[in-house]
């Protein structure tokens, strides 16, 4: 079917990964028919698997339409239908007597990754008055924000867009698939377009990626080494002299500390730690520091280690050494449109009283670089261990089961909860855990602002049908329980909500909605902004030096190491040596998929139907010798557990290196576990190691496993 053969044609924004993708849609009836991209948006017509098959996703007959209560015992999968009055008054209930009896932070309101609604959530947690907000956020996008915050003070993007004349020459994909993730605000198609403008594409990957191809290096680095990497460039280029002098003098502070930091890391200890050839190590960082402009691509895997605050902060000074930063084609904070933040919306209330779970300890969760949340790991083995001053938690969209380590402990830390309620489109692993579940709306079904990241446009997200059944869209949910619990917080309808997260640019929702898209670009986004007023009087960085903080004095206040170090895997070759035999092979857990979003759309037959079973990469030399062939199903073994998944035989990695797929689970098996025990990644992982001690990032992609055949009898 083509759009010309439909009579309505709404156009939105996509929101089945990140995104934010321009879309038109063809509904007849009420019902979506047909999804293709928008030629006249920013992202100019193209779209993904994932977006197309919204399609199927908006119209799943599997999708939960009405409010439940559970029947029975918790977990045992009994369900009655109930209306929206109840389910929301019950959770309501529940909330201000807790508050009553234990005060708000008894509360826990947590959701997945961002899915454009974070604001909403931050909100509620704060007009309740609970510090304990849950995100998976201490391995993901949380460290990368405290680390910009503390080193440059605000956000940095990678400047594909050629505002200030010019585009990167040279470009570093550093453990990231920007090209099927679109994460942290950037879009694979500004990226693949830039790489025409590009002259040095290096790739730093324990495994070859979709861009190897084009790419003029690979860097094969040992998984979970990469500070070392990032340290020993540094080295190069300050012994060498090649770091931009002018911004280094004039802008920069602790220059000389990180110059005697990095003499600890010579090439040749680097190319011993990090796997990778010596002269590779000095060649490329000699393009970086020469070949300007430049930027990197950091991605999720340097946030998943025990030194992910390091890692970080060794390659954003990496970028500030060489004078890239806020230079056109290198890497610039962006100014938002005329609105302000979105964010702004969650943080005009005051933030609540008391510490987060977890922030004891890992001081970097109550920054104020992001919003406060707590420790959910830490959070999960207190209540396992009925030790927890959380009674309550609710959960809106995230699948618990499979998102965190150790799935057994966190099945029990829901269970000892007094009141677990959720919200999802599909009944999952987690919310058969559920007392209370919430059928949200598709966003094909959601009048919402999109704002994935604070970046310089928003975008409408135009509901294109009615929501099937009784379903409700994430923000109208908040709206009421907050009106039940808070109300002094919450507003008279969605619509009044909408416009006033648009009251600064002077516009109302309908207006808004019509237009489509507010953004700043073009001479309206100024470069060097530093060297002007819009940060400090008479130029300077929003830090509390007022320069780039190579040596953190942020971090030094709480008591971590203010210069950039190494610290090798918890799990590797070399912390391992006693149990080689046993683990011998390097675990990494969770690099992306194109048409998966984490544990969603295994229901979606479009999608489910490119890749039915979880897949291990090995290296055939590897797979030789335990015998397995393409295509067998395969035990990967750590000291957690066991899981299945179907090897698929993979040259483009050392021989001692495995990836395997994370978020699986089955839609299709029995509930309520519907095969979660099985092939979920996350019973390997850990949340007993020492995790990174600024911010508790747990390992995801540098742990040790052994692998086994699975024989007929298993
Ligand atoms: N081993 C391993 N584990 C990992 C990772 C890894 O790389 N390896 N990655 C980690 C990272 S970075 C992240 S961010 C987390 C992600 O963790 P989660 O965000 O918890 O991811 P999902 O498993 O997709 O769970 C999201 C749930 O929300 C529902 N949902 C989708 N859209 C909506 C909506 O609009 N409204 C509502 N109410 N619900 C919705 C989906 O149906 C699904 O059940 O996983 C982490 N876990
Ligand atoms: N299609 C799709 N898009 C997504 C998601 C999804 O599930 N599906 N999830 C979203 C979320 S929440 C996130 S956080 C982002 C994450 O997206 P990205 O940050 O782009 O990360 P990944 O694709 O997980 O991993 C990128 C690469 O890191 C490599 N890698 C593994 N270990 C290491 C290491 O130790 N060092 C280095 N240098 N590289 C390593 C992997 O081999 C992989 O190729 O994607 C978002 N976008
Ligand atoms: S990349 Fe993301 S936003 Fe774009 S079409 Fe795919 S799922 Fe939608
Ligand atoms: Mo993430």
């Known amino acids: 079917m083509n759009m010309k053969t439909y009579k309505k044609i709404i156009r939105t924004t996509c929101k089945s990964c990140h995104g934010g993708c321009g879309v038109l849609v063809a509904v007849e009836n009420n019902k979506v028919m047909h999804i293709e991209g928008d030629p006249d948006s920013l992202t100019r017509g193209t779209m993904c698997a994932k977006g197309i098959a919204s399609v199927q996703d908006v119209n799943n007959p599997n999708r939960i339409l009405y ?63 609970t510090p304990n907000t849950g995100f998976p956020a201490h391995f993901c996008f949380a460290p990368k924000m ?113 110059k005697n930091r990095v003499q600890e890391y010579a090439p040749d200890k680097v190319s011993q730690i990090t796997w990778i050839p010596k002269d590779e190590i000095i060649e490329t960082a000699r393009i970086i520091a020469i070949q300007g402009p430049c930027v990197i691509q950091m991605g999720q895997s340097l946030e998943a280690g025990n030194n992910s605050i390091q890692t970080l902060r060794a390659i954003v000074c990496l970028m500030a050494i060489t004078g ?28 609540p009283n008391g510490l987060p779970i977890g922030a004891d300890k890992y001081k970097l969760l109550a920054n104020p670089h992001h919003s406060l949340m707590c420790h959910l790991p830490t959070l999960f083995k207190q209540l ?61 079904e959601t009048d919402d602002i999109y704002d994935m990241h604070p ?24 709206n009421e329980l907050g009106r039940r ?29 019509g237009m489509g898209i507010l953004a700043r670009t073009g001479k309206d986004q100024p470069y060097y902004k530093y060297k ?41 070759p070399v912390s391992m040596k006693g149990e080689k035999n046993r683990y011998p092979l390097i675990l990494s857990t969770g690099g992306r998929l194109a048409q998966y979003f984490h544990s969603q759309y295994r229901q979606v037959p479009w999608l489910r139907q490119t890749q039915v079973w979880p897949l291990v990469q090995i290296h055939p030399e590897t797979a030789a010798k335990l015998n397995i062939t393409d295509g067998d ?29 994370a978020s699986w689970w089955y839609p299709e098996k029995p509930g309520p576990d519907h095969g979660v025990w099985e092939s979920n990644a996350n019973m390997l992982t850990s949340n007993e190691l020492p995790c990174d001690p600024c911010i508790g990032s747990t390992t995801l992609r540098a742990l040790m496993c052994n692998i086994s055949r699975v024989e007929e009898d298993d």
Request: with cysteine.
């Open 67 to 129: 409010p439940l209560k559970r029947k029975g015992e918790r977990g045992h999968g009994e369900w009655e239908r109930i209306s929206w009055d109840e389910a929301l008054d019950t959770i309501a209930d529940r909330m201000k007597s807790n508050i009553r009896a234990h005060g708000p932070a008894s509360i826990s309101i947590c959701q997945g990754t961002g899915r454009g609604y974070n604001r909403y959530t931050m909100r509620f947690s704060r007009s309740i008055g």
């Open 146 to 258: 405290s680390v910009f915050g503390l080193t440059v003070g605000g956000r940095l993007y990678c400047d594909y867009h050629g505002w200030g004349g010019e585009f990167p020459k040279t470009q570093v994909s550093w453990g990231k698939q920007i090209e099927i993730t679109n994460a942290d605000g950037e879009m694979g198609v500004w990226f693949l377009d830039s790489l025409e403008k590009c002259e040095n594409l290096i790739l730093i990957d324990p495994r070859t990626t979709g861009i190897s191809q084009r790419s003029n290096f690979w860097l094969k680095i040992r998984p979970g080494t990469d500070a070392a990497l990032a340290l020993g460039m540094l080295h190069v280029i300050i012994n060498e002299g090649l770091y931009n002098k002018e911004f280094v003098e004039n802008w920069t502070y602790g220059f000389d500390d990180l």
């Open 324 to 351: 890239n930063i806020e230079r056109p084609g290198g890497m610039v904070h962006w100014l938002t449109p005329e609105t302000g933040p979105m964010d702004e919306f969650a943080k005009e209330l005051a933030q």
């Open 384 to 444: 396992s261990r009925n030790q927890c001053q959380v009674k309550m938690l609710h959960s809106e969209g995230s699948n618990l089961m499979v998102t965190y380590a150790n799935p057994r402990q966190v099945r029990a830390a829901i269970l000892n909860l007094q009141f677990f309620s959720t919200a999802d489109l599909y009944m999952t692993p987690t919310t058969e855990l559920a007392d209370i579940f919430l059928p949200a709306a598709h966003w094909l």
């Open 455 to 478: 970046r310089f446009m928003i975008e409408a997200i135009n509901r294109t049908a009615e929501p099937a059944g009784e379903a409700w869209p994430d923000n109208r949910i908040y």
């Open 485 to 513: 619990v808070a109300p002094e917080h919450w507003f008279g309808s969605v619509e009044e909500m909408l416009d006033h997260q648009l009251r600064k640019a002077n516009i109302k929702w309908k207006v808004f909605k």
């Open 532 to 572: 002007t007023d819009t940060w400090k009087k008479n130029g300077g960085f929003p830090t509390k030096t007022g320069k780039v903080e190579l040596y953190s004095t942020g971090l030094e206040e709480m008591g971590y190491d203010p210069l950039p170090h190494y610290k090798e895997p918890n799990e590797s």
């Open 633 to 661: 199903w395969v035990w990967i073994e750590t000291p957690r557990g066991k899981i299945k998944q179907m090897a698929k035989l993979f040259k483009g990695m050392d021989p001692k290196v495995v990836v395997a797929q």
